[in-house]
């Protein structure tokens, strides 16, 4: 294994002879010992995105089935090279490094960051990765396209691909980016979308069916875990291999009887953000409001400038429908974020309402 530019055995490992420089490094140890155990149960944690975080125990052989069924989608064989740029302390890490353990795969870890390719040198073909959006989009606009061109398999999850990355991302890459549907639940991904298009569609892993509840969220039976997943998710159900993805059911927003869904308003606000080259992150919520029952708003992350507001106050309405459109626009010097560097909502707008943001 290749560990921040240092060549590091498994025996080494296992045998305790090697000594962390930092907690990723750390992580990985553990983990390729818990892994080398005799254990058979494995206990991951969500990351708390959408709620508490919760442990989850899988056993050695689903993950074993996740790593091959993953390895047959993409033929990871012997011989081919995994980086690893996010923290085994979460199943996206974790997995990773379970792939490479199975499949023979050469390890290049490093500890993460905005900009991973950074840290690897750039004579080593790495063959198989998987990043956040965050860190896609960096290495995109640091000018790295042609090295990422010559990765074989680009995974990106973790968050929504936005409209603006995707645009990069056809526009600079060939086809080898694949935006991932999947939890701590189902062990990582349950399905793809192949970026080479405008349209998000995500397709079925083998052996996955997809399904809706009465919410019209989805439901997902995977061989890999052996059992029903009911999610939160809000879909368009095409057929039961693949659907695309609208929103958080725990997130839609009622404001005087219209149920507004903010991850679909979010992607057509960021392209007018994209067009005022705006860089700030920011979310759309509903607060109490005595006559509508909530209202909309949006947060942006950041100071205003005093024309910030008042720009998006004059472009939105023409990018947005009457009703989709955010009765306010507030600001926060910063957002709160999990631990795997998701924006945390229900968090956030508390934080906003500890500013004096008060029902109407």
Request: with cysteine; net charge negative.
């Amino acid at each position: 294994m290749l560990l921040n530019n240092r060549h590091i055995s498994l025996p080494s490992i296992l045998t305790n002879q090697v000594e962390p420089l930092d907690k990723f490094e750390a992580a990985v140890f553990e983990w390729i010992r818990e892994w080398h155990s005799n254990a058979n149960d494995f206990v991951f944690h969500t990351s708390g995105s959408t709620g508490t975080p919760t442990a989850i125990t899988f056993t050695r052989e689903q993950l074993i089935r996740s790593a091959k069924s993953t390895a047959s989608v993409f033929g990871l064989v012997s011989g081919g090279t995994a980086l690893l740029c996010l923290s085994p302390e979460f199943v996206a890490g974790r997995m990773m490094i379970v792939r490479a353990l199975v499949t023979g795969m050469e390890l290049i870890a490093v500890s993460p960051s905005s900009n991973p390719l950074e840290n690897v040198p750039g004579d080593r073909q790495i063959d198989f990765v998987a990043v956040v959006p965050l860190q896609l989009q960096t290495m995109l606009e640091s000018g790295m396209h042609d090295r990422l061109r010559r990765i074989r398999t680009i995974l990106v999850g973790g968050a929504p691909v936005s409209r603006h990355l995707r645009e990069m991302i056809l526009a600079k890459l060939d086809g080898n980016v694949y935006q991932t549907y999947g939890m701590t639940e189902t062990l990582t991904h349950v399905a793809l979308d192949r970026i080479t298009g405008p349209e998000e569609t995500f397709k079925a892993m083998p052996g996955v069916v997809f399904g809706q509840d009465e919410r019209g969220c989805l439901t997902i039976t995977s061989p890999v875990v052996d059992r029903s997943v009911v999610t939160n998710d809000l879909v368009e159900l095409m057929e039961e291999k693949s659907f695309r993805w609208l929103g958080r059911y725990d997130n839609v927003v009622n404001s005087g009887g219209i149920k507004l869904i903010p991850e679909r308003i979010e992607e057509k606000i960021a392209g007018v953000f994209t067009r005022l080259n705006k860089q700030n992150r920011f979310i759309v919520a509903g607060v109490p409001h005595d006559r509508l029952g909530n209202e909309l708003i949006l947060i942006v992350e950041g100071e205003d400038d005093g024309e910030v507001a008042e720009t998006l106050a004059r472009e939105l309405p023409g990018a947005l429908e009457m009703y989709e459109i955010p009765r306010k626009t507030h600001f926060l010097p910063a957002f709160v974020y999990t631990t795997s560097g998701k924006i945390n909502r229900v968090e956030t707008v508390k934080r906003l309402n500890c500013k004096g943001i008060e029902k109407q």
